[in-house]
């Protein structure tokens, strides 16, 4: 006879159900006010869209691949220590085969459908731990990005404060990610997922070139967007244009539960911009770069699919 299940399991499969719809009804919520501010708006931002012409869009739309493919390289040195040539290419492809488990149902399994693809070659826990350690690392970078110029919404005196704060929340973020031993008292308080976390961490020199790589990445989203918004004809400063994206997307991933930061990255984009573009032209950027990163994204995803398909043939 099947025991019954403890009252405590379920309760916390309610609590993860409800959490995905929680963050489903928040995701979508922001981006029906964003959307909304762009309709009522259209009449401002509807003569841009001239402007783009099919080299902006096939321009955009290869940075955020090439974006894919650096981060791919960065998975692969983090993974393994080292460059080995008959991994990079499955590498590759399993960091594009997670890419849709960010968006259903959310970020964090994103890490658990890693941890499957790697299942016969290391624990799923020390995969895992690679995972975070990884996001840590590019939470870091993207928070130096955004402290380099503060939202133009906020006074100059805490516009400072914000950019110290991200720039504080970058190294610890970031010293997190590098740290190399945790005491056995922290260890031993971590949740199973992180059990590996003394474990597998590469050298410092293979950390290095994986701190680049990451920034590659992070340079190449930057200029995909810039050439969004220079196709538009808009004039917007590269560095401010970078810190807007780039604090957008440290608030989708903070709201760890709206899948892929959906709409959440969209309100901060337009948060940051409509200061300095209008509320309409904010709203329409902001709308056209979810489409052109997730568009980069479900293509790389694909491809990866279909390859890894056929190299399984």
């Known amino acids: 006879m099947r025991s019954p299940e403890p009252a405590s399991g379920g309760w916390r499969r309610a609590a993860r159900r409800g959490g995905r719809a929680a963050g489903w009804l928040l995701g979508l919520a922001a981006l029906a006010l964003v959307a909304q501010q762009a309709w009522v708006r259209r009449a401002q931002w509807q003569p841009l869209w001239q402007r783009l012409d099919a080299a902006d869009i096939a321009l955009a739309l290869a940075l955020c691949l090439a974006m894919q493919v650096a981060f791919g390289l960065a998975w692969h040195l983090f993974a393994h220590g080292r460059w080995v040539r008959g991994q990079v290419y499955a590498d590759q492809l399993r960091w594009g085969q997670s890419l849709p488990a960010k ?52 006074s100059p005196r805490a516009g400072l404060a914000f950019q110290l704060a991200l720039l504080a929340f970058a190294v610890a973020v970031s010293a997190a990610a590098l740290w190399r031993r945790a005491p056995a008292a922290v260890a031993a308080r971590l949740p199973t997922a992180l059990a590996g976390w003394n474990q597998g961490l590469p050298a410092r020199a293979v950390l290095a070139r994986v701190w680049l790589l990451q920034w590659l990445a992070y340079a190449a989203m930057c200029a995909a967007f810039a050439v969004l918004v220079r196709g538009f004809g808009l004039e917007l ?67 990866s699919f279909a390859l890894g398909a056929l190299r399984r043939r």
């Not at 149902?105 to 693809?117: E, N, Y």
């Not at 731990?129 to 970078?141: A, D």
């Not at 300095?276 to 980069?296: F, P, S």
């Open 237 to 303: 400063e590269l560095a401010r244009s970078s810190a807007a994206l780039c604090l957008a997307g440290l608030a989708g991933v903070l709201a760890v539960l709206v899948p892929a930061g959906l709409g959440v990255r969209e309100a901060g984009l337009f948060w940051c911009l409509a200061p300095l573009v209008g509320a309409g032209n904010a709203a329409m950027l902001a709308l056209a770069w979810r489409l052109a990163i997730t568009a980069g994204e479900a293509a790389f995803a694909a491809a």
């Open 103 to 154: 968006y259903l149902p959310g970020k964090i399994w994103q890490g658990v459908a890693r941890s499957a693809l790697y299942a016969g070659e290391r624990r799923a826990a020390l995969t895992f731990v690679l995972f975070v350690r990884e996001q840590l690392l590019s939470l870091g970078i993207g928070a130096a990005i955004a402290a380099l110029a503060a939202p133009a919404a906020l």
